[in-house]
């Protein structure tokens, strides 16, 4: 297994990523804090770069508080390509279920 953590820090908004790999090829990205603003392309990146290396992929929201309409508009978008959510707290699963592209 290898972990890889990036944290993104602007003002009091802030996004830790911790990517954890394991031998079947998959990637799990445990994201923490706020899904906002610029964070979302950071979070993008990442997740851009994984699926390109063919890497089945796993969201665990677990430790997200907040989610903007651009971030649901980004987790949409990974839910439809196939990404696996887990942990979200109901705010965010309710956020999802009656986003306009749900």
């Known amino acids: 297994m290898l972990f890889l953590?990036?944290?993104?820090?602007?003002?009091?908004?802030?996004?830790?990523?911790t990517q954890t790999r394991s031998a079947n090829?998959?990637?799990?990205?445990?994201?923490?804090?706020?899904?906002?603003?610029?964070?979302?392309?950071?979070a993008?990146?990442?997740c851009e770069r994984?699926?390109?290396e063919g890497?089945?992929?796993k969201l665990n929201l677990g430790g997200v508080d907040f989610v903007d309409?651009?971030?649901v508009a980004f987790l949409n978008k990974l839910i439809s390509s196939g990404v696996k959510l887990s942990g979200c707290s109901l705010f965010v699963e309710e956020q999802l279920k009656?986003?306009?592209?749900?």
């Open 5 to 17: 953590i990036n944290f993104f820090i602007r003002n009091d908004f802030m996004l830790k990523i």
């Open 55 to 57: 890497c089945a992929l």
């Open 69 to 71: 309409r651009d971030g």
């Open 25 to 42: 090829h998959s990637v799990t990205l445990r994201f923490e804090g706020r899904l906002v603003g610029p964070w979302i392309g950071e």
């Open 50 to 52: 994984i699926l390109a």
């Open 44 to 46: 993008c990146k990442t």
């Open 98 to 102: 009656t986003s306009p592209n749900a």
